[in-house]
């Protein structure tokens, strides 16, 4: 796995792209948000951390819609809840409504340092448009019920979805 310098500390070159909704929550989640949309459940919060930590460490670039909600609401309450995990969120995706793989490729194309990813969504929007991103897709219903949207998954998803069944 591929290391970047950053100060002190070495960090690998990976990015997990985090949606929350159907992620860290389903439908069945019954905890709601301060603006009173569903909110994160815990459980799957600590999955989610601990399958980074098992995979060497990462940064978290967010593509859910979660990334335009107001600041002081959801959004913060995001992030203290991945604090509580110690994780944070690096960086956020801009693509345009339902464009998310777009999102991810420009993304990828403005850091190239970023050799290694998997994707955490629920959707499939536009990702089939763009192979390599379709072979490390993980569709969720739920962190825990990761599933391989591609038939022939890259490495990356493979490692990350085995991390994730055992943590589960």
Do not use: C
């Not at 960090?11 to 439908?27: E, H, K, P």
């Not at 763009?130 to 998803?157: C, H, M, Q, Y």
């Amino acid at each position: 796995m591929a290391l970047e310098k950053r100060g002190n500390k070495r960090y690998m070159s990976f990015a997990v792209f985090l949606d929350v909704d159907g992620v860290l929550n389903t439908r069945k989640t019954v905890i709601s948000s301060p603006d009173g949309h569903i909110g994160v459940d815990d459980a799957r919060i600590e999955i989610l951390a601990g399958a980074i930590e098992k995979y060497g460490g990462g940064d978290i670039v967010l593509t859910s819609d979660w990334k335009n909600v107001r600041i002081g609401g959801d959004l913060d309450y995001l992030r203290d809840k991945l604090m509580g995990y110690n994780l944070e969120i690096s960086a956020v995706t801009k693509e345009h409504w339902n464009k998310r793989g777009q999102g991810i490729q420009d993304y990828l194309e403005e850091h190239p340092k970023i050799d290694e990813y998997i994707i955490l969504d629920d959707n499939r929007f536009d990702f089939e448009d763009f192979p390599p991103l379709w072979e490390r897709l993980l569709i969720t219903d739920g962190i825990e019920n990761a599933a391989f949207a591609s038939k022939t998954p890259a490495v990356e998803a493979i490692i990350f979805r085995e991390y994730i069944k055992e943590l589960s």
